[in-house]
């Protein structure tokens, strides 16, 4: 959750307080894919991409780590480069063999692929029936709450396994600069406290 390199990207590209807002992981087998989303048209405002003067902006960028091998028959992750600058919705439908422009994005284990979200993102179809492995930290400015529509929350305990700047990563700063993390011997307080 805090590599020190992907931490580095993350504070350049948010260019504010930032928070590791949620993670997860993929498995793929066969005929297993990721539908392809986002892009810069339609605009949101959790996910778009803006750069002015040199100043990248990415309200939600994420790191994907490989734990197994992952060729693109495996299924790989893919994405339309350039797609996070388009100012014009894409013209075919989510699935990856009906998209020319997807590119894998080749990476080993030991790798993090960064990207933002506001990348047309998805994988390749895995036709290779080798499984695919794949973990997502992914980070956003530091007052956005889970943007999923999963209703996520802290898991129980998650507070005793952190230390105390992991525990900041995770905080959502609001208004109030205040919320209880479960398992925490403490509150966390983190009002204008955020990484910059
Ligand atoms: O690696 C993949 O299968 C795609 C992941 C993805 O779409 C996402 O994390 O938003």
Redesign the pocket.
């Known amino acids: 959750m805090d590599v020190p390199e992907v931490l580095d990207v993350i504070k350049r590209v948010t260019g504010a307080g930032y928070r590791l807002n949620h993670s997860?992981t993929?498995f793929?087998w066969n005929q297993g894919?990721?539908?392809?989303?986002?892009g810069g048209t339609p605009m949101r405002a959790n996910a778009q991409y803006r750069v002015h003067n040199g100043q990248m902006f990415s309200p939600l960028t994420?790191a994907?780590f490989p734990l197994l091998p992952c060729e693109p028959d495996d299924?790989?992750?893919?994405a339309i480069p350039g797609s996070h600058k388009s100012n014009f919705p894409r013209p075919w439908d989510d699935d990856p063999d009906r998209n020319l422009p997807l590119r894998p994005i080749l990476a080993a284990p030991g790798d993090a692929i960064i990207f933002t979200?506001a990348t047309t993102?998805?994988?390749r179809v895995n036709t290779s029936g080798r499984p695919?492995r794949?973990l997502?930290y992914?980070y956003s400015i530091d007052w956005m709450p889970d943007w999923t529509s999963q209703g996520l929350t802290y898991s129980n305990g998650i507070g005793e396994l952190l230390n105390a700047e992991q525990i900041e990563l995770i905080a959502l700063k609001s208004g109030s600069g205040r919320q209880t993390i479960r398992g925490s011997s403490e509150e966390t307080s983190s009002v204008n406290s955020g990484h910059r």
Not at 33 to 38: P, S
Not at 75 to 78: I, P, V
């Open positions: 997860y993929i793929r894919a990721t539908g392809l989303h986002m994420k994907v299924g790989c992750f893919a979200e993102h998805g994988s695919r794949t997502y992914c």
